[in-house]
C-alpha cells in the first residue's frame, strides 16, 4: 500500500511536471519524447501498466516495434519517398471514415499494370499481386496497428483536425516494411488529447 | 557500554533487583536490566527519560492525514471525472481515504520507531543475557573495568541475586 | 489475577511452562484438523477456479441480486475480525484485566479472519484479474481509481486494517516468541523463532519502547475498530438501496461486529483450553466477562433491528416500508426469524448466571450467536436487493455449490491458519500474563501502588 | 457487395451437423472492409489480418453504413423496411418512413427478421432425399433435373404458398399456365372471414382500409390491432395520432382473453368465447332503438330489425359475462361518436360463425356511417388463403392423385390442423419440392429442398395494398448456397423446357423489372426520365407508393347473403373427450406468430408483453379454472381430445375468461432448429377439428374444447417479471379520465392539476450538497409516452439487434440473468373498474445524479459531459455494485461469456464492442449513433439538430411513442415533451436520481 502510494504521488508530480513543458513546446516532436519517457517502455519504473500484460499474456503484437513480415513485401519507401504518392491516393478513406482502407487489389493494379518493377524481388512481388488479382482473391495483409476493439478511433476527425500520418505512424515513407512506432495505448492517446485541448472524455474513444 | 566486564545478576524477586538498580545507578555504571515482561517499575528506575516513539507516531499520523487527502485530490485533479452530481474534488469522500493513511503511516512510523529504538532486529545476541530472562527470571548486566567486577558482584549479591556471573564485556 | 485467591497464585514458571507447552510436537488429532482445513481450502479453491473459468454465473448471484453469498462472507469474517482488536486494544486502554490470557487468541483470529475476509471482494469480482485497478498505481492511461467510491474506501480500509493489526498483533508476539526461542529445542524452531523474535531480549530500554508504543498502537487501533466496520458499513449505508440507505449503519455494524467478534473468540477459547488444558490461564471469570460483554453488544444489536424497524415506520416511505414488512414475511422469513433468534433471543440466557460460566452451553451459544450474524448479513444483502424500487425487477436467489464450497473453504482457510498458528507460536500471551501477577517480592511489601 | 466472399458452408459442414463456419471463413466476410471489425471482440485476439476487397464498390466505404430500402416479408403487413449494411452485411433492420404502411415504425417480429436471415439453422445448400430416406447435400443442377424429371411424369402438380403478390405471384400464375400448377394458397393468420364479409356487406372481397385515426370510438371484437392483425405497425400508429391529438379517443375491447390490444383498450370487456355475436346484435339492437339507421336503405334497415327483434339484452348479458350498463355504455359512446369504427378478429372472431360476427361489424359500420369515414373500400388487401382449396387439394392427395407438389413460404405440416391430415397426405405425392429457407416440419417431409434466399437476398417486391408497391432488393450477397425463389422456378422451367416460360427473362431480378414496367404503363405513370429513372427512384424509396386517392368513393352494394347470419352462439367440437373441459383459445403472439419466427433467440427471449413469459409456450388459465383442475402456476397442464394432445405449462392469470386456456400458437416445433425445438409445450393447431364450418376460408380457432388435466413434469415456466403489480408505487403513472364533463381536450391538464406535485412544472427545490451541473454543449434526453407506448416490445428486439445484446437462454433467463438492455415493465394495478394495464419501456435513464455513478471504484462508469451515463466496458471490474445501486435495476451483468453461433454473430453491429464475461452493461442511449450523429453534423460544420440522432428504440417504435433529443435545446421534440403536463421522472421525487428520460402519465378514457 505504502509504495503504490509513493508512486502514486511521484508519478502524479511527474506528469504535472512534463506537463508544463508540453504547454511551451507546441510542437508534436517535443511532446513525443515525453510520450516516450511515458508510454515506450523508457520509464518502467513508472509505468507499471506490465500488469496488463497478465490478461493478455504479452502480445507483442499490440507494443511498440511490432513489424510482421507481409505477404507481399510492399515497400512504402519505393512507393511514398522515391515515387512521392500521396498517402490518400491508396489509403482513400481516411478523409471519409473512420477507418483507413486499405487498397483494393484493382487499385494496385491500376498501375501496376503498366509498372512491373525494375529489380528481380520488385517483379517477384508484383507477380505476387498479379496472380491475386487474377484469382479475384484479396491479399491477407497482417495489420500492424491493432487495436482492441472496444476503442472508436476515427481517422477522418483526426485527419480533418489536421493531424499528419506521420504523428501516429512515424516516418512510414522511410520505412520498407512497415513498423508500429508508437504503443497506441490510451496513455499515449490521452496525452496528445490532453496537449490538443481536445476531450478526453471515455466516450471519445470508448465504445 | 564502557568497560571490558560485564556482571550479571539473576534475581527472582522484583524489588531485589530494583534495589540493585538503584545502586548500579547511583554507582554511575552502565548496566541493562531484563524482565520477563513490561516491567515500569525497572523501566523507570533504569531510565527517567520518556520514549521518543510517541513523536514519531504523530509525525507518521500527520503525514498520512496529508499524503492521503494528496493522493485523492491529486488524482482526482489528474483524471477529472464526474461521478454523478458530485465534485470533482468532493472532499466528505476523502476524508475516509485520509483517516485511513492517518492511521496507516502513524501505524507504520511506530513501527519503524520501535524497531529502531530497539535496536531491532538484533541478531546478536548481548552479553550477559541469558534465556532465563525471558521466563521467570529478572536480571541486570553491569558494565564495568575488570577492578570494579568484585566491587559489583558483592553489590548484586547483597541485593539478593540469586546468581551472580563475571563475563568479558565488550 | 486477584480474584483467584483461592486457588494457589500462578508463577511466572507455570505461566511460561503451561504457554510454551502448547508449541510441542503435534498430535496425531491437531494433524487430522489441519488435513481437514486444507481439504476445505482444496475444496474452495477448487470452487473459485472453476468460477473463474465459467464466469460469475456459477455462483447463484442474479438481478437483482447482485451481491451475494461472498459480500454476506465477507462482511461476516471483518466482523469477526473486530472483537480482536477490541479485546487487544480497546480494553488495553480501557485496563481490562480480563483480557491478557484472550487477547492473543483475538488478535490471532483478527489477523486470519481479515485474511479470510480480504478473499471474499476479489472472489466477488467479474473480472479478478485486474483486481490491481482498485490501487492507486502509477500506469500509463494516468487513471486513477474512484476515491468516491465506497468499494475504495474498503480497500483503503481494509488494507489499512490489515497492516496495522498484523503490525499489533505481531510486536505483541515478539517477547513471547523470544521466550519461546530460549525453550527451543529443535533446529527448525530455533531458527523459527530466533528469526522472528528479531533478537528481542526483554532489556529495559527496549521494555521502555516498546511499552510506549504499544500503547500507541492500541490507542491506532482503536478507532480502526470503529472506523473498518463503519466503512464496511457504508458499502450499503452509501448506496440507496430501501434496507440499506441508513444512518444507523455504522453503529450497528460495529456493535454486530464486536458481537460476531466476542462469540467467535469463545468458540475458539473453549476448545483450545480444553486441549491445552489452559484451565487456570482461561479462567470462567474469563467467560463471564466476554459473556457480559456478548449480553451488551445483544442488546445494542436488538436496539438496532427494532430501530430499523421503527425509522421505517416513522419515515413514512413506502419502499422501506415495504422492505421492512419483506423481511419478516417475505420469501427470507427464515433468514429474518433464525436471525432475531439467534442475536436477540438466545443471548437473553445468558442473564441467568450459572450460564454464563457454563462452558458447554457457552460453546453451543456462541455458535449460535456466529450462524446469526451470518444470517444478519444475509439478511441485509439479499432481502434488500430482493425488494428494490422496481417491482418488476424483483427477484430471488439461486444458491450454487460454488456459493457454498467457497464458504465452506473460508472457514477451512480460517481454519488452516488458527490451526498453524496455535502449534507453532504461542496462543497466549506470556509476558502480559506474566505483567498482571502479583510481582514476587522479597518483602511484601515493599512496592507501594 | 463481392458475392465471392460471402458463400459459405460446404457439403462436409452440413454433415457434421456443425456450424459451418470456421472463425477463418467468417473474417473472410467480416474483414472485407479494412478491419476485422468488432465482431472480434468476442476473442480480441491481437493478431488480426486484414483483407482488403479485391474489386472497389462506389457505394461502400469500409467504416460507414450503406442503407437499402426493402420490404418486410414477416407478416402480410408489407412494412417498408431499411436495411443498415456494413461492409457487406447486414446489421439492422429499420422502418422506412417513405412507407405509407408503416411509416419508420418496425414491429419486433420485422426487426428479429435478421435473425431468420442469419439463422445457424438455415438450409444451406439443395439437398434431395437419398434412397436411405436421408436428405443429401446435393448441386442446383441435379437438383433442377429431379424436378425437370418429375414434371415429365403424369400427375396433377400443386404449389401451395403463403400469401404472395406481385411479381412472385404472376410467376406463379404462369406456373399454373405453362406446368398446370394448382396455386393455393394458405396462412393462418389471414382474416378470410373479413374479407368474405366484405364481399357480401360492401360489394367487394377484401379487407377494408381503417383509420384508426379517425375513429373516436373503436368497438372491437377480438382483433389484437397491435401486435398481429392486418397491420399493427400502421395501425398502431394512426392510433397513436388519434390519442395524441387530444380528441376522447376509446377502444372497447370485447375478448375472452386480455391481449395487448385488450391491455391497451380504454374499456376490456372479458366476454365468454363465442359469445360475441350476441353482443354485437345487442348493440346493433341497442343502435337501431337509438334511430341509427336513416342513412340505409329501408330495406336493409327492416332486414336488421328483424335480425335483431329476438335479441334480449339480459340475456345476452348473461351469456356473454358482460354487464348489461356496460353494453349500454358501449352502445351509447358509439352513438354519441362522429366516427367510430367496429371491428372482428383474432381468435375471438375466428369461430364457425366468424362470417356471421363479421356481417353483424359491416352492419354496425353501416348503421354508425364510419364506411368511406374509417372504413375505406377503395383499397381493399385481397387475402387469397383458402382452406378450402387446402382442403380439396388434401383429399386429392390422398387420392394420389399429385405427382408434383411445391411448397413454398408456407409450412402446412405444422400450421394446418393436424387433423387435415397433411402429413398423411403428402406421402402420396410423387415429388415434394420444398423451398423453404429452414428446415421446418414440411421441409424437413420434402422429398426434395431447394432452399431459397431470405429477402434480404433476393429481389421481389410486395403488392399488398392497391397503390403500395413496395420492392425487395438483395441488402447483401447470399449467406449459403442459396436461390431466389424466382430463379429456382425459371431454372426448373428452362430445365423442363417450357418455351418462353416467365416472358424468357434469365432470372427472377429482370422477371421483376419487366412485371415492373408492366406496372408502370399500367398505372400510366409517366416519370421524368422513364420507366428506368422510375425504378431507380423506386429501389431508391423502397417502392413506388400512390398518392391518396381523392374523390370517387366505392359504392356499397349489399348482397342478400349478406343477411344469411347465424344469430346463435358457435359450436364447439369436443369429441374426445370425458370431463374437465376448457375452451382452447389458440392466439397469434408477436413473439412465436403462426410458427415461424419459432428459431429467432431475439423472439424466444423477448417476454410476451402480457405474461412476461420467455423462450417457452404457455396455457393462460383463469385463477378458478386452475383451482378446478388443481393446477398451480407452472405446473405441466395436459390437453386432449379426440384429435391431439398438448402439454404446456400453465400460466394462472386473472385475465382470461373462466373454462378457457389460451395458447399462443408457433411453439412446440419438432423441426426448425435448435431454439424452436428446446421450447416446452405443443403446438396448440393440433387441437383443432378439420374444418368446422364450410362457408368460411379460413381455419377456426376457437372451434374447440378439451379434456385438461394436470401432466407431468416440471417445465420451469419462466417469467421474468417479478411483480405483476406496481404495489401502489408511482412508477407507471396513469390517470383514469372521466368524460363525462365533456372535458376532453382538458383531459390532459386535469391529469396534471391532480398530479402536478410530481409534474416537470414543479421545481424541484431539494438541498443539494453540491451544485447543479452544467451540460454546455449537449444534453441528452429521452421522451417516453406511456399513453401510445402499447408495450408492442419492438424497442426491445430493436435494442438486442443494435448492441450486441447477448441472447441467455431459458436456463439463465431461470435464473435471472437476462441481458436485456431495454425492458417493458408490465404491471396491473387496480380491479374492477380501476383495472389498467401498464406498460412502461425502462431502460438507463441517465440519471443526472445516477445513484451508481459514485460508487463504481475504478471509474468504469461515470457522468460524460453530454449527460451521458457512460459506461466503458473494459475498464469494468465487476464489483457489480452498480447494479445494485441502480434504483431502475437497467444494469445487466455479464454472468457467462454468451456464445454466439457464428453465423449469427454476422449481424453483430461494428460501431459497439461485444462484452465479455464478468463486466456490466446497459444502455447507452445508443452512444455510437450519437458519435455518427456528432460526426456528421461535425462533417456540416454545425451543431447536432433535433431529430439528426435516434436511437434504435425510438427509431423502432411504431407509435412513434419515444422521441430523443438535446435537453438544452428549447425547441426539441424531447424538450417539448418534457414541459407536457403529463411529463413526470421515474422515482426522481422520492431520491432525486435527475434522470434524462422523461416519461408522459398514461391515461384511459372512461366512464
Keep these: ?177 512497415v513498423e508500429r512506432v508508437s504503443s497506441m495505448k490510451m496513455g499515449w492517446c490521452i496525452d496528445c488529447h490532453r496537449t490538443q485541448g481536445t476531450s478526453i472524455d471515455c466516450y471519445t474513444c470508448h465504445k | 557500554m564502557a568497560g571490558d566486564k560485564a556482571v550479571v545478576g539473576v534475581f527472582t524477586y522484583l524489588d531485589d ?58 488524482c482526482s485533479l489528474d483524471y477529472p471525472l464526474r461521478v454523478s452530481a458530485k465534485d470533482v474534488v468532493s472532499i466528505p469522500g476523502f476524508v475516509v481515504i485520509g483517516y485511513e493513511c492517518t492511521i496507516l503511516f502513524g501505524g507504520l512510523a511506530t513501527l519503524l520507531a520501535v524497531l529502531h529504538f530497539c535496536r531491532l532486529p538484533d541478531i546478536l545476541r548481548k552479553v550477559g543475557y541469558d534465556p532465563r530472562f525471558t521466563d521467570d527470571k529478572f536480571g541486570i548486566v553491569v558494565s564495568c573495568t575488570g577492578s570494579q567486577s568484585d566491587d559489583v558482584q558483592s553489590t548484586l549479591k547483597s541485593c539478593g541475586a540469586d546468581e551472580v556471573q563475571v563475563k568479558d564485556g565488550l | 489475577m486477584a480474584s483467584t485467591a483461592k486457588e494457589k497464585e500462578l508463577t511466572y514458571k507455570e505461566v511460561s511452562d503451561s504457554v510454551l507447552k502448547m508449541l510441542e510436537v503435534p498430535t496425531g488429532g491437531w494433524y487430522v484438523q489441519l488435513l481437514i482445513c486444507v481439504s476445505l481450502v482444496l475444496v474452495g479453491a477448487s470452487c473459485w477456479t472453476y468460477q473463474i473459468l465459467t464466469g460469475m454465473s456459477a455462483s447463484g448471484k442474479s438481478h437483482p441480486i447482485s451481491w451475494g453469498c461472498y459480500i454476506t462472507n465477507f462482511v461476516f469474517w471483518v466482523g469477526i475480525a473486530h472483537s480482536g482488536t477490541l479485546i487487544s486494544a480497546v480494553l488495553l486502554l480501557f485496563r481490562a484485566r480480563f483480557r491478557m490470557s484472550i487477547y492473543r487468541l483475538a488478535e490471532a483470529m483478527t489477523v486470519f479472519a481479515v485474511m479470510t475476509a480480504g478473499l471474499f471482494p476479489l472472489i466477488h469480482l467479474g473480472r479478478p484479474w485486474f483486481f490491481y485497478w482498485l490501487m492507486p498505481y502509477p500506469n500509463q492511461r494516468t487513471l486513477w481509481p474512484n476515491f468516491r467510491s465506497p468499494l475504495l474506501w474498503d480497500v483503503f480500509a481494509v488494507s489499512t486494517y490489515f497492516t496495522i493489526s498484523a503490525v499489533f498483533f505481531f510486536v505483541g508476539l515478539v517477547p513471547d516468541i523470544a521466550a519461546a526461542r530460549d525453550r527451543a529445542k529443535t533446529f527448525f524452531r530455533k531458527m523459527l523463532y530466533g528469526i522472528t523474535s528479531l533478537g528481542w531480549t526483554g532489556s529495559n530500554s527496549q521494555w521502555k519502547h516498546y511499552m510506549a508504543a504499544y500503547l500507541l498502537f492500541a490507542a491506532f487501533a482503536t478507532p480502526l475498530v470503529v472506523s473498518v466496520h463503519s466503512v464496511v458499513s457504508w458499502d450499503f449505508a452509501m448506496s440507496i438501496v430501501p434496507g440499506w440507505h441508513a444512518t444507523i449503519f455504522p453503529p450497528y455494524f460495529v456493535a454486530g461486529a464486536i458481537f460476531s467478534g466476542v462469540a467467535m473468540v469463545i468458540t475458539l477459547a473453549i476448545p483450545l483450553r480444553k486441549v491445552f488444558k489452559l484451565e487456570r490461564i482461561i479462567t470462567t471469570e474469563h467467560f463471564d466477562a466476554m459473556s457480559k460483554l456478548i449480553m451488551f453488544t445483544s442488546g445494542i444489536v436488538t436496539y438496532a433491528y427494532i430501530t430499523e424497524f421503527y425509522v421505517a415506520w416513522f419515515s413514512n416511505n413506502s419502499f422501506e416500508r415495504f422492505q421492512f414488512w419483506f423481511r419478516p414475511f417475505g420469501d427470507f422469513w427464515v433468514a429474518f426469524w433464525g436471525m432475531t433468534f439467534c442475536n436477540c433471543i438466545a443471548p437473553l440466557s445468558l442473564w441467568y448466571k450459572p450460564l454464563r460460566t457454563n462452558i458447554a452451553f457457552l460453546f453451543v451459544l456462541s455458535i449460535i450467536i456466529n450462524i446469526g450474524m451470518w444470517l444478519e448479513r444475509f439478511n441485509i444483502i439479499f432481502t434488500s436487493l430482493a425488494r428494490e424500487y422496481i417491482p418488476s425487477a424483483w427477484g430471488g436467489y439461486n444458491f450454487s455449490w460454488i456459493d457454498v464450497g467457497i464458504t465452506i473453504g473460508a472457514f477451512g482457510w480460517f481454519g488452516m491458519w488458527m490451526t498453524l498458528f496455535v502449534k507453532f507460536f504461542p496462543a497466549v500471551a506470556i509476558s502480559e500474563i506474566k505483567e498482571i501477577l502479583p510481582y514476587p517480592l522479597r518483602d511484601k511489601h515493599a512496592l507501594h501502588h | ?146 424436378v425437370a424429371e418429375a414434371l415429365k411424369a403424369k400427375g396433377k402438380r400443386a404449389i401451395i404458398t403463403g400469401e404472395v403478390s406481385g411479381a412472385e405471384e404472376e ?338 431480378a429482370e422477371y421483376l423489372k419487366a412485371s415492373w414496367e408492366k406496372l408502370y404503363s399500367n398505372l400510366g405513370l409517366n416519370a421524368a426520365g422513364g420507366f428506368n429513372s422510375f425504378w431507380l427512384r423506386s429501389v431508391e424509396r423502397g417502392g413506388y407508393f400512390k398518392e391518396a386517392a381523392s374523390g370517387e368513393r366505392v359504392k356499397v352494394k349489399v348482397s342478400a347473403d349478406a343477411f344469411q347470419i347465424r344469430t346463435e352462439a358457435p359450436a364447439f367440437d369436443h369429441k374426445g373427450t370425458d370431463g374437465n373441459l376448457v375452451t382452447v383459445y389458440p392466439y397469434l403472439s408477436v413473439k412465436s406468430f403462426d410458427g415461424r419466427s419459432a428459431n429467432r433467440p431475439w423472439l424466444q427471449e423477448l417476454p410476451d408483453p402480457i405474461t412476461q413469459v420467455v423462450w417457452d409456450s404457455w396455457a393462460e388459465l383463469n385463477s378458478a379454472t386452475a383451482k378446478e383442475l388443481g393446477v398451480v402456476q407452472g405446473d405441466m397442464l395436459q390437453l386432449r381430445n379426440y384429435y391431439g394432445e398438448v402439454n404446456v405449462p400453465a400460466y394462472v392469470t386473472d385475465y382470461v375468461a373462466d373454462g378457457v386456456v389460451a395458447i399462443p400458437i408457433g411453439q412446440g416445433h419438432t423441426a426448425y432448429g435448435r431454439y424452436a425445438k428446446q421450447i416446452a409445450g405443443g403446438n396448440v393447431l393440433e387441437l383443432l377439428p378439420p374444418r368446422s364450418s364450410s362457408e368460411i376460408e379460413a381455419v377456426s380457432l376457437l372451434s374447440a374444447r378439451a379434456q385438461a388435466t394436470r401432466g407431468r413434469g416440471n417445465p420451469k415456466l419462466v417469467n421474468v417479471d417479478g411483480s405483476r403489480t406496481q404495489t401502489g408505487r408511482d412508477l407507471a403513472m396513469y390517470d383514469l379520465v372521466s368524460t363525462s364533463a365533456a372535458a376532453a381536450a382538458a383531459s390532459t391538464e386535469h391529469a396534471a392539476e391532480q398530479h402536478g406535485e410530481h409534474g416537470a412544472e414543479h421545481e424541484h427545490k431539494i438541498k443539494q450538497m453540491y451544485e447543479q451541473r452544467e451540460h454546455p454543449l449537449y444534453k441528452w434526453g429521452l421522451a417516453v409516452d406511456l399513453a401510445t407506448c402499447t408495450g408492442c416490445s419492438a424497442c426491445v428486439v430493436a435494442c438486442y439487434a443494435e448492441n450486441n445484446i447477448s441472447v441467455v437462454g431459458k436456463k439463465a433467463c431461470y435464473e435471472g440473468r437476462e441481458m436485456s438492455w431495454l425492458r417493458i415493465d408490465r404491471y396491473f394495478d387496480g380491479g374492477g373498474e380501476e383495472f389498467h394495464v401498464s406498460f412502461m419501456p425502462m431502460m438507463c435513464q441517465q440519471c443526472g445524479n445516477a445513484p451508481c455513478e459514485p460508487v463504481c471504484p475504478v471509474y468504469a462508469t461515470y457522468h460524460n459531459e453530454e449527460g451521458l451515463n457512460a459506461m466503458i466496458y473494459n475498464r469494468c471490474v465487476g464489483t457489480r455494485y452498480c447494479s445494485n445501486n441502480c434504483s431502475y435495476k437497467v444494469r445487466r451483468f455479464n454472468w457467462y461469456e454468451y456464445d454466439i453461433p457464428e453465423t449469427l454473430a454476422l449481424q453483430l453491429n461494428p460501431d459497439v464492442v461485444r462484452r465479455t464475461g464478468g463486466i456490466m452493461e446497459k444502455c447507452t442511449f445508443c452512444v455510437q449513433r450519437i458519435t455518427e450523429g456528432k460526426d456528421r453534423a461535425k462533417d456540416l460544420g454545425r451543431k447536432v439538430q433535433d431529430g439528426d440522432i435516434q436511437p434504435a428504440c425510438v427509431q423502432g417504435c411504431p407509435t412513434q411513442a419515444l422521441a430523443f433529443g438535446d435537453l438544452n435545446d428549447p425547441n426539441s421534440k424531447v424538450s417539448r415533451l418534457g414541459k407536457d403536463n403529463r411529463a413526470y421522472k421515474v422515482l426522481d421525487h422520492h431520491i432525486n436520481t435527475q434522470p434524462s428520460i422523461t416519461y408522459l402519465r398514461d391515461f384511459k378514457y372512461r366512464a
Excluded at chain 4, 458475392?3 to 462436409?12: A, C, D, H, P, T
Design chain 4, 171 to 508: 410467376l406463379i400464375a404462369e406456373l399454373g399456365t405453362a406446368m398446370q400448377f394448382e396455386h393455393v394458397v394458405y396462412d393462418v393468420s389471414q382474416p378470410v372471414a373479413l374479407a368474405q364479409a366484405s364481399e357480401a356487406a360492401y360489394g367487394s372481397y377484401g379487407i377494408p382500409e381503417y383509420r384508426f385515426d379517425r375513429a373516436e370510438v373503436v368497438l372491437n371484437f377480438g382483433a389484437d390491432f397491435f401486435e398481429t392483425w392486418i397491420s399493427p405497425c400502421g395501425y398502431a400508429r394512426d392510433w397513436a395520432a388519434m390519442r395524441r391529438s387530444g380528441k376522447v379517443h376509446r377502444v372497447i375491447h370485447v375478448e375472452p382473453r386480455l391481449s395487448l390490444t385488450g391491455a391497451n383498450a380504454d374499456l376490456w370487456l372479458p366476454s365468454q368465447p363465442g359469445s360475441e355475436i350476441a353482443l354485437g346484435l345487442a348493440v346493433m339492437k341497442r343502435l337501431l332503438e337509438k334511430g341509427r339507421g336513416a342513412n340505409l336503405s329501408s330495406d336493409v334497415r327492416a332486414k336488421l330489425a328483424e335480425l335483431t327483434r329476438s335479441v334480449d339484452l339480459d340475456k345476452v348479458s348473461a351469456e356473454c359475462g358482460v354487464s348489461r350498463e356496460k353494453i349500454l355504455l358501449a352502445v351509447d359512446y358509439l352513438d354519441q361518436a362522429k366516427t367510430s369504427l367496429v371491428i372482428a378478429g383474432g381468435t375471438a372472431a375466428s369461430t364457425d360463425n366468424a362470417l356471421s360476427l363479421q356481417l353483424v361489424c359491416a352492419f354496425l359500420n353501416m348503421l354508425l356511417e364510419n364506411v368511406g369515414e374509417s372504413v375505406l373500400l377503395e383499397n381493399m388487401r385481397k387475402p387469397r388463403s383458402s382452406l378450402s382449396k387446402v382442403a380439396t387439394l388434401i383429399a386429392g392427395m390422398k387420392k394420389g392423385e399429385y405427382g408434383v407438389l411445391f411448397l413454398r413460404g408456407v409450412n402446412p405440416a405444422y400450421a394446418l390442423p393436424s387433423s387435415l391430415e397433411y402429413n398423411y397426405a403428402r406421402k402420396t405425392v410423387g415429388l415434394t419440392v420444398s423451398f423453404a429457407t429452414h428446415l421446418d416440419e414440411s421441409a424437413a417431409a420434402a422429398d426434395l429442398i431447394l432452399p431459397a434466399s431470405t429477402s434480404l437476398e433476393s429481389w421481389g417486391d410486395a403488392r399488398l395494398v392497391p397503390g403500395v408497391y413496395s420492392l425487395i432488393q438483395p441488402a447483401m450477397g447470399t449467406i449459403f448456397n442459396t436461390r431466389t425463389f424466382g430463379d429456382a422456378v425459371i431454372e426448373i422451367a428452362r430445365k423442363a423446357e417450357i418455351k418462353n416460360f416467365g416472358g424468357g427473362k434469365k432470372d427472377f
Design chain 1, 1 to 177: 500500500m505504502l509504495v503504490v502510494i509513493f508512486l502514486a504521488l511521484v508519478s502524479v508530480a511527474w506528469r504535472w511536471g512534463g506537463e508544463l513543458k508540453a504547454e511551451t513546446a507546441q510542437d508534436y516532436h517535443a511532446v513525443g519524447v515525453r510520450q516516450g519517457v511515458w508510454n515506450n517502455g523508457q520509464a518502467a519504473l513508472w509505468d507499471l501498466n506490465f500488469l496488463d500484460y497478465f490478461h493478455y499474456f504479452g502480445p507483442p503484437e499490440r507494443a511498440r516495434g511490432h513489424q510482421p513480415e507481409q505477404p507481399i513485401k510492399f515497400s512504402h519507401v519505393t512507393h511514398v519517398q522515391k515515387n512521392q504518392m500521396d498517402c490518400q491516393f491508396c489509403h482513400w478513406s481516411v478523409d471519409k471514415a473512420a477507418y483507413a482502407a486499405i487498397p483494393e487489389v484493382e487499385t494496385c493494379m491500376g498501375c501496376h499494370l503498366q509498372v512491373s518493377g525494375t529489380e528481380q524481388w520488385q517483379k517477384d512481388e508484383i507477380n505476387k499481386l498479379k496472380k491475386k488479382n487474377e484469382a479475384g482473391q484479396p491479399i491477407e495483409w497482417t495489420k500492424v496497428h491493432v487495436m482492441p476493439d472496444h476503442v472508436r478511433f476515427n481517422h477522418k476527425r483526426h485527419v480533418k483536425a489536421g493531424v499528419t500520418c506521420q504523428n501516429c505512424h512515424g516516418q512510414i515513407p522511410e520505412m520498407q516494411v
Design chain 2, 17 to 74: 533487583v530494583l534495589k540493585a538498580i538503584a545502586k548500579v545507578k547511583s554507582a554511575q555504571l552502565d548496566f541493562r536490566a531484563y524482565a520477563p515482561f513490561g516491567c515500569p517499575e525497572i523501566t523507570e528506575a533504569a531510565d527517567e527519560q520518556r520514549s521518543p516513539v510517541r513523536y514519531f507516531n504523530i509525525t507518521g499520523a500527520l503525514t498520512g492525514l496529508v499524503f492521503g487527502f494528496a493522493l485523492a485530490i491529486l
Design chain 4, 1 to 146: 457487395m463481392s458475392n465471392e466472399l460471402v458463400k459459405i458452408g460446404s457439403k462436409r459442414e452440413l454433415q457434421n451437423g456443425s456450424n459451418g463456419l470456421s472463425r477463418r471463413q467468417f473474417l473472410k466476410i467480416a474483414g472485407a472492409g479494412s478491419t476485422a471489425l468488432g465482431v472480434a471482440a468476442c476473442t480480441d485476439s491481437p493478431s488480426q489480418k486484414v483483407l482488403p476487397y479485391v474489386k472497389g464498390e462506389d457505394q461502400q466505404i469500409p467504416g460507414v453504413s450503406t442503407w437499402f430500402s426493402s420490404t418486410c416479408m414477416e407478416c402480410t403487413a408489407g412494412c417498408g423496411i431499411l436495411v443498415r449494411t456494413r461492409e457487406g452485411r447486414a446489421v439492422k433492420l429499420e422502418g422506412n418512413p417513405d412507407n405509407p404502411i408503416n411509416r419508420g415504425g418496425l414491429c419486433a417480429l420485422g426487426q428479429s427478421a435478421l435473425q431468420a436471415h442469419y439463422d445457424p439453422d438455415r438450409i444451406r445448400e439443395p439437398l434431395a432425399r437419398d434412397s436411405a430416406g436421408m436428405l443429401k447435400p446435393i448441386s442446383w443442377e441435379d437438383a433442377y433435373a429431379k
